[in-house]
């Protein structure tokens, strides 16, 4: 029978958590300063799909651990205080929830299974030149010829699309409607004749995402989720419980560890100044923790969150970036360098760190935009 891990006490579920991330997640996943490509995760996604924890907000029906948002909430918070790399999570986390929601039950059957096994791995094609921030605007265009969608256009920072075999993508399929009615969403093999994949080396020298192009790619009718032209709208029903995870202080809370364990082996702490900032950084990151914890309250109530979540993500990606810049300045010389240094006994990489921290404020909605959703939908600016 499966275990009603929601009726477990909450302490004793985020220690069956902790054991065994010890046990079984390995070091070189630990803490990393880049994103970690499919062949490095995939023994650890492997562990967590055997053991039926790779999907924690999927119904225990289709294979998930089906846990509320209290349990969640701890899930997430485990994974990331362990330090954990964030895997190839997009079929679980978005095109599996959207299944869920809006698939057939021959999508479900078909799909779900394949995403829990690891054998499909599933990339975002949403974003396309000149149109991330204004998604709406999107270009790409899907035209039914007989069984198919023939698709032809173009889509960019498509993370780790080169280890992917499926796409879910946005695309246009009636050029005359208002722009967001006209949406829809479809799925697609990433072998298909017709796409090519061009990895983008990005600042830090790794390939973390890239550029995918469409020449008249022929995909079935049925590849199609939920009815034509109503794309928008379920991509804005995945937003739900996203729209926390993406505020959550465990970035900032371990790049300010990771601040303090440099500041311990360089000595920095026995200078005011050293001590000062970090400590306006430790407010900063507990300020937001204060913030935060009423949201998470509210979710754990059932409740819905407003706009005002947005201030979330504003506040703990900037609070992030500046704790990595200042780590730069901390490890001096060390912070030019790239990869991993020895430093003070012990192996830091505070450029890496920096790095990682850049497209926070860009990606799942830039800061601007996010000020923006603030200064409309809650102060009722413009
Ligand atoms: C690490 C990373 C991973 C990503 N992975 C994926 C992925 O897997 N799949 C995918 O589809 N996309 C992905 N993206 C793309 C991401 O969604 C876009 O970068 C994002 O939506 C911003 O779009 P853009 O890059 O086109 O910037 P633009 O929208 O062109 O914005 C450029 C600048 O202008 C500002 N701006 C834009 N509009 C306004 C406005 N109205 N008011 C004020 N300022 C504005 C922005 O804040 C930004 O500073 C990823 C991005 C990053 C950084």
Excluded at 351 to 380: C, D
């Amino acid at each position: 029978m499966a275990i009603d891990y929601n009726a477990m006490p909450e302490a004793e579920f985020r220690t069956m958590l902790r054991d065994f991330i010890r046990a079984e997640c390995t070091p070189n996943l630990l803490f990393q300063g880049r994103r970690v490509r499919w062949k490095e995760i995939e023994p650890w996604t492997r562990k967590l799909a055997a053991k039926g924890w790779l999907a924690p907000a999927w119904p225990v029906e289709h294979g998930g651990m089906g846990l509320g948002a209290e349990k969640l909430v701890a899930y997430h918070d485990e994974i990331d205080n362990a330090g954990v790399s964030r895997g190839l999570e997009m079929g679980v986390v978005m095109i599996g929830m959207l299944l869920l929601k809006f698939g057939t039950p021959e999508q479900k059957a078909h799909y779900l299974p394949r995403i829990l096994s690891c054998e499909d791995l599933w990339c975002q094609g949403y974003s396309e030149p000149n149109s991330g921030s204004d998604l709406a605007s999107l270009r790409t265009q899907a035209v039914l010829d007989g069984d198919h969608w023939v698709i032809n256009g173009q889509k960019i920072w498509t993370t780790l699309a080169q280890d992917c075999t499926d796409i879910f993508m946005l695309v246009r399929t009636d050029p005359d409607a208002p722009k967001q009615k006209g949406i829809s969403f479809l799925l697609a093999r990433m072998d298909t004749p017709g796409i090519t994949v061009r990895p983008i080396r990005t600042l830090a020298g790794e390939e973390e995402f890239c550029e995918v192009f469409f020449d008249n790619v022929r995909v079935p009718r049925e590849n199609i989720v939920g009815r034509a032209n109503e794309g928008w709208s379920m991509a804005k029903a995945l937003l739900g419980f996203e729209r926390i995870t993406i505020g959550s202080p465990k970035v900032a809370q371990v790049a300010l560890l990771r601040l303090a364990d440099l500041g311990r082996r360089v000595g920095a702490f026995d200078d005011p100044a050293f001590v000062e900032t970090y400590t306006r950084l430790q407010l900063d990151v507990l300020d937001h923790v204060t913030v935060y914890e009423r949201f998470a309250a509210v979710l754990k109530k059932g409740g819905d969150l407003g706009a005002e979540v947005s201030i979330l993500k504003i506040w703990i990606t900037e609070v992030y970036q500046r704790i990595t810049e200042y780590t730069l300045e901390v490890a001096q010389e060390y912070g030019a360098v790239s990869g991993p240094s020895r430093i003070g006994g012990g192996e830091v990489d505070p450029l890496g760190f920096f790095w990682l921290s850049r497209p926070a404020t860009i990606y799942a909605g830039s800061s601007e935009i996010q000020r923006n959703i603030l200064s409309k939908a809650v102060l009722g600016l413009g």
